[in-house]
C-alpha cells in the first residue's frame, strides 16, 4: 500500500518557538493531505486540509497563524506550529488519500506514523 | 455533518477470547466506513473498510465488521484475540463524494489480557 512518512517523528522545543513538521507521500501523489491533533487518550480531530497549489482549509477553532501548511509539492506538505506554548504539546498526523476518483480506493486515507510535539 | 460514537472506551478481553468493539455513526448522506488501528506512539492502519456491497467485510488480522444500515452500526469483531491485539481502535466515516478527510470515533482502548 502507499506510504506516508512524517519527520521529525518527536520533538521537544521552548515556548515561543516554531516548529516546522514534514508530510511525504513517498510513492504517490497526494494533491490533498489532512492534518490531524491527537490528545492523550483521545481521538483524531482534524485540524485542517492541506491543498496543493492553494491556500489551506482549516477547520472551526483552528487559528490559521497559529498553524501554517504549506502543500509545496505533490509529495509534500508542511505544518509549522509557530510561537508554540504548552497547550500545543499534542501528537500530530498526517494523512493522504490514494487513488483517483471514482477509484474503490478514492476514499482510503494513508496516515504518517506521527509526531510527538512536546513544548516546555 | 457525521458523528460516530464508539460506545466502549475500553474493553478488557483475556487472550483467545472474542471480542466486539462497538460502532455506531450518524449521518444525512450515506459513508464510507472504516475501522484502524493505533499502537502506542504510532499512526493509524487500516483494518477494514466499508464502501459498498457485502455487509460483511474482512479485514486484516482476523478482523471483520458488519454494516447494519437500519441500525446504523459497524461493530468490529475478532472470534479469538491475541495479546498483541491490545491497542487503540478507531471508527471512522467519511462521505463518498466531497472532501475526504475522515471523521474519528472517540476510540476504543482494547486490553488483551493473558
Known amino acids: 500500500g502507499a506510504v506516508v512518512s512524517q519527520h521529525p517523528s518527536r520533538v521537544i522545543c521552548k515556548s515561543g518557538t516554531s516548529v516546522k513538521i514534514e508530510c511525504r507521500s513517498l510513492d504517490f501523489q497526494a494533491t490533498t493531505m489532512f492534518w490531524y491533533r491527537q490528545f492523550p487518550k483521545q481521538s483524531l480531530m482534524l485540524m485542517a486540509t492541506s491543498n496543493e497549489g492553494s491556500k489551506a482549509t482549516y477547520e472551526q477553532g483552528v487559528e490559521k497563524d497559529k498553524f501554517l501548511i504549506n502543500h509545496a509539492s505533490l509529495t509534500l506538505s508542511t505544518l509549522t506550529v509557530t510561537s508554540a506554548h504548552p497547550e500545543d504539546s499534542s501528537f500530530y498526523i498526517c494523512?493522504?488519500?490514494?487513488?483517483?476518483?471514482?477509484?474503490?480506493?478514492?476514499?482510503?486515507?494513508?496516515f504518517g506514523p506521527g509526531t510527538r510535539l512536546t513544548v516546555l | 455533518a457525521q458523528s460516530v460514537t464508539q460506545l466502549d472506551s475500553q474493553v478488557p478481553v483475556f487472550e483467545e477470547a472474542p471480542v466486539e468493539l462497538r460502532c455506531n455513526y450518524s449521518s444525512s448522506v450515506s459513508v464510507y466506513l472504516f475501522w484502524y488501528v493505533q499502537y502506542p506512539n504510532q499512526g493509524l492502519q487500516l483494518l477494514l473498510k466499508y464502501l459498498s456491497g457485502s455487509t460483511l467485510v474482512k479485514g486484516i488480522n482476523g478482523f471483520e465488521a458488519e454494516f447494519n444500515k437500519s441500525q446504523t452500526s459497524f461493530h468490529l469483531r475478532k472470534p479469538s484475540v491475541h495479546i498483541s491485539d491490545t491497542a487503540e481502535y478507531f471508527c471512522a466515516v467519511t462521505p463518498p463524494k466531497g472532501r475526504r478527510a475522515l471523521t474519528f470515533g472517540s476510540g476504543t482502548r482494547l486490553q488483551v489480557q493473558p
Open positions: 494523512s493522504a488519500p490514494s487513488g483517483l476518483a471514482g477509484h474503490s480506493s478514492y476514499n482510503e486515507q494513508f
